[in-house]
């Protein structure tokens, strides 16, 4: 099962809107309803941002958004803030695994 | 709130053996699937194993097939990961986290470093 393709760097400056995109295919991101989206600070465990494609877990600030779109997923960060800077890696259901897949992860700077 | 403390991690020579344990705590442990993943250096996440609440079912990446077995002690509320004959490759954080559904996962430990070398 090959990761799910997202982009390697994603920047916006403090207040813009950022989208991280996470491309798969038929077999998983476009047949299946679950996908999840997870940030990763450095040296520290990833946390649930979204699950189910546009589901936030409670806790969650509603400035990080989730849809899909076919193949592709996407996250948004809206109102972009220094805390915001990490790793996002998204994952989906897949026919091919029990298991699901992750994404390549994208590392979003705030500038 | 959800803890997940995990341990067992450090050295191990090419071959050798480890076994991770994850205590949990805060919500009710047998009713949650649970799965284990790793991430080596620098590198993204990947999935290694999981287990059903009931440890009826259980399931492995194609990379530690036949070589790494996932188990639980719900009287203990605790999840192990034995792993044999360890690769270089197999060198990674280990992070346990608990399985809301599906393949979401809704809570994980702070992880434990695996390093196999000789």
């Known amino acids: 099962q090959s990761a799910l393709t997202q982009p390697a760097s994603v920047s916006g400056s403090p207040g813009q809107s950022i989208t991280i995109s996470c491309t798969g295919t038929s077999s998983d991101v476009g047949g299946y309803s679950h996908v999840s989206w997870y940030q990763q600070h450095p040296g520290k465990a990833p946390k649930l941002m979204i699950y189910d494609v546009s589901n936030r877990p409670s806790g969650v600030s509603n400035r990080f958004s989730g849809s899909k779109s076919g193949n592709t997923a996407s996250l948004t960060i809206s109102g972009l803030q220094a805390e915001d800077a990490a790793d996002y890696y998204c994952?989906?259901?897949?026919?091919?695994?029990?298991?699901?897949?992750f994404g390549t992860g994208t590392k979003v700077t705030v500038l | 709130e959800v803890q997940l403390l995990e341990s067992g991690g450090g050295l191990a020579q090419p071959g050798g053996s480890l076994r991770l344990s994850c205590v949990a705590s805060?919500?009710?442990?047998?009713?949650?699937?649970m799965n284990w993943v790793r991430q080596a250096p620098g590198k993204g996440l990947e999935w290694v194993s999981g287990i059903s609440g009931d440890s009826g079912s259980t399931f492995y990446a194609d990379s530690v097939k036949g070589r790494f077995t996932i188990s639980r002690n719900n009287s203990k509320n605790t999840l192990y990961l034995q792993m044999n004959s360890l690769r270089a490759e197999d060198t990674a954080v280990y992070y346990c986290?608990?399985?809301?559904?599906?393949?979401?996962?809704?809570?994980w430990g702070q992880g434990t470093l695996v390093t196999v070398s000789s």
């Open positions: 805060e919500f009710t442990f047998s009713n949650y699937a």
């Open positions: 986290a608990k399985v809301l559904s599906h393949i979401t996962l809704d809570s």
């Open positions: 994952s989906s259901k897949t026919s091919s695994s029990t298991l699901g897949v």
